[in-house]
């Protein structure tokens, strides 16, 4: 397992992290599941980047990240990224989900963060399947930190049993 790797079982609102990553909508308004969660305990200066991020280029597309305070969360930085509706893996959805991880752990880099969280992008109500969007996420994370040594913590924060328990098997397999 890599050391700078690990995964709990929690609430992602609740951890201490130079930055949170949000499973995001394209419009960045906030909405259900982590997203919801994140902008009510984050409180308005979330929104107010977002607003800010959507006036400059229109909001988010499905891969890409965009970063904003973490308001009153306990990490410095939000970073929003769109993960893609699985839609019976239709289309790039794989490319697009590795994506996700790719461009928040640079955008995290970019801005100094040493520490970053997931959740599980794609998972919920986007239907990504959690064995597969698992493979994916744990690879992405793997590939970056073997090239890039900004970052030394990322964690996987699942709020179910069965995201930990697939992130968790995919951390035990070798590289």
Same mark, same amino acid.
């Given at each position: 397992?890599?050391?700078? !790797?690990?995964?709990?079982?929690?609430? !992602?609102?609740?951890?201490? @992290? %130079?930055?949170? /990553?949000?499973?995001? *909508?394209?419009?960045?308004?906030?909405?259900?599941?982590?997203?919801?969660?994140?902008?009510?305990? $984050?409180?308005?200066? !979330?929104? %107010?980047?977002?607003?800010?991020? /959507?006036?400059? =280029? $229109?909001?988010?597309?499905?891969? =890409?990240?965009?970063?904003?305070?973490?308001?009153?969360?306990?990490?410095?930085?939000?970073?929003?990224?769109?993960?893609?509706?699985?839609?019976?893996?239709?289309? %790039?959805?794989?490319?697009?989900?590795?994506?996700?991880?790719?461009?928040?752990?640079?955008?995290?880099?970019?801005?100094?963060?040493?520490?970053?969280?997931?959740?599980?992008?794609?998972?919920?109500?986007? $239907?990504?399947?959690? @064995?597969? &969007?698992?493979? !994916? &996420? /744990?690879?992405?994370?793997?590939?970056?930190?073997? =090239? *890039?040594?900004?970052?030394?913590?990322?964690?996987?924060?699942?709020? %179910?049993?069965?995201?930990?328990?697939?992130?968790?098997?995919?951390?035990?397999?070798?590289?």
């Amino acid at each position: 397992m890599n050391p700078k !790797i690990q995964v709990i079982k929690g609430d !992602i609102t609740k951890i201490k @992290a %130079d930055a949170i /990553v949000n499973a995001a *909508n394209t419009s960045l308004m906030g909405g259900g599941g982590v997203d919801g969660a994140i902008h009510r305990v $984050g409180g308005p200066a !979330i929104l %107010d980047d977002c607003r800010k991020i /959507v006036a400059r =280029q $229109g909001g988010c597309k499905t891969g =890409q990240a965009v970063i904003t305070t973490g308001g009153k969360l306990p990490a410095k930085y939000v970073i929003h990224t769109v993960g893609p509706v699985y839609n019976g893996g239709k289309g %790039d959805v794989a490319e697009l989900l590795r994506s996700c991880y790719r461009n928040s752990l640079a955008l995290a880099a970019e801005n100094g963060c040493k520490t970053i969280a997931f959740p599980n992008i794609s998972t919920g109500i986007y $239907g990504y399947p959690k @064995a597969k &969007a698992a493979e !994916i &996420a /744990v690879n992405a994370v793997k590939t970056f930190l073997n =090239q *890039n040594e900004a970052i030394e913590t990322v964690t996987f924060v699942c709020f %179910d049993n069965e995201n930990y328990t697939f992130i968790e098997e995919q951390l035990k397999l070798e590289f």
